[in-house]
């Protein structure tokens, strides 16, 4: 009865084993075909997206065709409009009508760039690649207002060929980046109906050397900056000098400030080349950083009677030619760093002044002596580093701010006599300087004792 039940159950098992082969059997059968519809969905799906990419494709391209041919149309069209004004020979000029005379022309030479425009701005396109494309080209335009930008050499609007303009009677204004960045511009004539010059105008034409400006009345910020070969300006109406006007014109030397002007702007000639400077009367009023860094500076005239109360921050700072200075009695005030870094600066002559800023001769390492009358204080580090510096007069200075003479090795006499109030470090670094037999105060004033230089002294 077991051997029956045995072989009972082995043959259940055998059967269960054929079962079980045939279901795998199945299931792989199931998987492929479901695999093969799967790549078949996939397949479809690619290409119908690749039938409606080429479609679109297709229609750009088709589209980008139509446009440039409208494109070249409507150049050939503008060239055709424009044959009468810019003619091929003398003898064709000879026959182009002659333009009313309240028109206002500018005539614009450009050296192997045809210029494009239409009637509402003065150069709407440049088309270098242009058939008609020629190695010189003289146009004329009818405009009153040289617009924004209108030449600017950035972006698809490049003009790095411009070489001469002529502005014509008429014209009153030149607006904001006009020729900004042409950088072969060598000549502009401006005529004396032109009354203001925007920001940035001019800015980085780098082959300019000369400018006259007889009628400019505004100067716009930046306007002529960074025209490294501009050697000689001509601005005698001019009123306000604006934020770094002539800021980087390297090789100007010859700029006479007329009687007019009575605004001049942070850094408007900062990094210049004038060798003197004569400050009119008629100047009001100055911003920081004014003549900063003019190198080749050696004299300042002020005319009088002179209506600057104050030398602003950074005024002359690193002027490092400037020897001999005299201020105008109207002068009273010298703020922060006003000849911080002259390193030649000798001699300084402050009839009037009453305050001296924090750095205001910091790094004048040639300043030998320094007198003056009025100064009731003295700012940080005023004096510091003025390593020739032997002698300090300040018979009204009744304060000194910290550091105001470190490290000027030198200092031999100080004349103080109206001192009440010292800063910590006044004197470090005064090595020759000794206390308190050369240095009267007045009377019951204590100098601070974490000054090195006390504690050596004293």
Known sequence: MIKSQIQDLAKATKANQAGEVKLRADMNKELTSF???????????????????DTRIHCIEQSLKETNQGMNEG??????????IAPNSQ????????????????????DGTQLLRNDETVLEKLSASSAERRPSVQMVFSVNVVECASFQSSGELRVETLKAVQIPPGTTRIEKEAFDGCVALAKVELPSSVSYIGPRAFRGCRSLSTVAMPSVAILGG???????????????????????????????QDLTLPQSVAFLGAGAFAGCSLVSLRVPSSVMRMERDVFRGMNSLKSVLWEEPSQVSSLPPAAFHSCHALCH?????????????????????????LPSVITLGAEAFDGCRALRALGAPHVRWVGPRACRNCSALQEVDLPLATSLGGWAFEHCPKLTTLKLPKLTSVG??????????????????????RLPTEDRFLRRSL
């Open 325 to 349: 200075v005299t201020l105008p009695p109207s002068i009273t005030e010298l703020q922060i760093g006003a000849f911080k870094g002259c390193s030649s600066l000798e001699t300084i002559a």
């Open 35 to 53: 695999r093969q519809e799967v790549q078949k969905q996939i397949e479809s799906s690619e290409q119908s997206v690749r039938s409606t990419l």
């Open 424 to 445: 910590s470090n006044a004197f470090l670094g005064c090595s020759a300087l000794r206390v308190p037999t050369t240095v009267p105060l007045a009377g019951g004033v």
């Open 222 to 252: 930046e306007a002529f900056a960074s025209c490294s070969s501009l050697r000689s300006v001509t601005l005698p109406s001019v009123k306000r000098i604006l934020a770094r006007a002539f800021e980087g014109c390297s090789a100007l």
């Open 91 to 110: 003898d064709e000029s000879a026959k182009r009508p002659r333009p009313e005379e309240k028109d206002m022309q500018v005539e614009v030479i450009v």
């Open 75 to 84: 150049f050939k069209a503008i060239l055709a409009r424009l044959a009468p």
